[in-house]
Antibody, heavy 121, light 107 residues
């Protein structure tokens, strides 16, 4: 059974930093593209970032580019999101999402339960 | 960015009803369209991918159709466990974008 378990969320002041982790099990983690997707009160569901299987290529939404860094440790089956220069509009639930890619394009087939990030003074 | 617009934003229906939710893309996306179901406090769950392919384990009362810019999710006979919010999402081009959601409530 595929399991994705996020951790690391919490309350942080504007301008602060936070690192999210996602522990994966039940599938061959090192074979798959992985993503972060967030759900915010202002914008709803929003793609944040993705990383290819070997970590050699990453992609970011414009809204987080230069502030967030995605990474992975395939030896630990773990995905990370380092968030810095946080803004109030970054407040939301952050989901770790497995990616099944093929001729049908990118398919977000498994999601973690989410971790809440609150940016507030 | 491709904008995804869902309608209606909410609807009330009874158990056994046929329910249809529409999703429109701001430009053509072929059939690169996925549908998700989300219940309160839970993560989204994939229902339909590539516009009309049913994800494994999803009941056959769910179906999807459409191509280009206009898509539909249909629930043929609404069940109590189907009351939730439904989202469409395009995977044609980055950034991948989601619709604003359709909340299906009990009448």
């Amino acid at each position: 059974e595929v399991q994705l378990v996020e951790s690391g969320g919490g309350l942080v002041q504007p301008g602060g930093s936070l690192r999210l982790s996602c522990s994966a099990s039940g599938f061959s983690f090192s074979y798959y593209v992985m993503n972060w997707v967030r759900q915010t009160p202002r914008k709803g569901l929003e793609y944040v970032s993705s990383i290819i299987s070997d970590g050699g290529s990453t992609h970011y939404a414009d809204s987080v580019k230069g502030r967030f860094t995605i990474s992975r440790d395939n030896s630990k089956n773990t995905l990370y999101l380092q968030m810095s220069s946080l803004r109030t509009e970054d407040t939301g639930v952050y989901y770790c999402v497995k990616d099944r890619r093929g001729v049908a394009g990118t398919i977000f087939d498994y999601w973690g339960q989410g971790t809440l990030v609150t940016v507030s003074s | 960015d491709i904008q995804m617009t869902q309608s209606p934003s909410s609807l009330s229906a009874s158990v056994g009803d046929r329910v249809t939710i529409a999703c429109r893309a701001s430009q053509t996306i072929s059939t690169y369209l996925n549908w998700f179901q989300q219940k309160p406090g839970k993560a989204p769950k994939l229902l339909i991918y590539a516009a009309s392919s049913l994800e494994s384990g999803v009941p056959s009362r769910f179906s999807g159709s459409g191509s280009g810019t206009d898509f539909t999710l249909t629930i043929s006979s609404l069940q109590p466990e189907d009351f939730a919010t439904y989202y469409c999402q395009q995977s044609y081009s980055t950034p991948l974008t989601f619709g604003g959601g359709t909340k299906v409530e009990i009448k």
